[in-house]
T-cell receptor, first 113, second 115 residues
């Protein structure tokens, strides 16, 4: 079962910031928070990941709550190309089992022009 | 391009036929994963390899499915006696190690349609 909870869909306007929330109340101390997105008919694409501190890269920012039970992916200025399904995933460091990624249904982000 | 590549991208087959998909991971990535994705759902884990060793198989991987990574480089996923329920996108992904802080890189997927 997925260990994260995300809204099914969100809508935003082009060139405005977008905040995509994710709840992961059962996160363990060694779980990394990963975000991937998937455009139609393509494989998932890495966006960003973090452990405890907020992270920034050229695609997005990741804000992690102090208790790590929730996080927010921030797209600073959405474009039409950002319309995709966004997955928030916990990746453990146990070294065993299916330590790949366990996907939920993600958030379908709609961008209005 | 040095990303994960999958072949073929699309395959239409008749029920009962066998199909094989190939995945070439990013060079020097020890971990290789196979996922399956149906319409409207997120990808579901099938199996993964650490080098040439297949370390885990999901319950989704029935006896008709077999995956190999003979030399720890490319991998194949074979489906025998295909059924209509096998119609899905099959995704391959690779990662340097199993460490939680590593990124997992996905290929573009292989679409299977069983008619």
């Amino acid at each position: 079962d997925a260990k994260t909870t995300q809204p099914n869909s969100m809508e935003s306007n082009e060139e405005e910031p977008v905040h995509l929330p994710c709840n992961h109340s059962t996160i363990s101390g060694t779980d990394y928070i990963h975000w991937y997105r998937q455009l139609p008919s393509q494989g998932p694409e890495y966006v960003i990941h973090g452990l405890t501190s907020n992270v920034n890269n050229r695609m997005a920012s990741l804000a992690i709550a102090e208790d790590r039970k929730s996080s927010t992916l921030i797209l600073h200025r959405a474009t039409l190309r950002d319309a995709a399904v966004y997955y928030c995933i916990l990746r453990g460091d146990s070294g065993g089992g299916a330590d790949g990624l366990t996907f939920g249904k993600g958030t379908h982000l709609i961008i209005q022009p | 391009d040095t990303g994960v590549s999958q072949d073929p991208r699309h395959k239409i087959t008749k029920r009962g036929q066998n199909v094989t998909f190939r995945c070439d991971p990013i060079s020097e990535h020890n971990r290789l994963y196979w996922y399956r994705q149906t319409l409207g759902q997120g990808p579901e884990f099938l199996t993964y390899f650490q080098n040439e060793a297949q370390l885990e198989k999901s319950r989704l991987l029935s006896d008709r499915f077999s995956a190999e990574r003979p030399k720890g480089s490319f991998s194949t996923l074979e489906i025998q006696r295909t059924e209509q329920g096998d119609s899905a996108m099959y995704l391959c992904a690779s990662s340097p190690t199993g460490w939680g802080g590593n990124t997992i890189y996905f290929g573009e997927g292989s679409w299977l349609t069983v008619v």
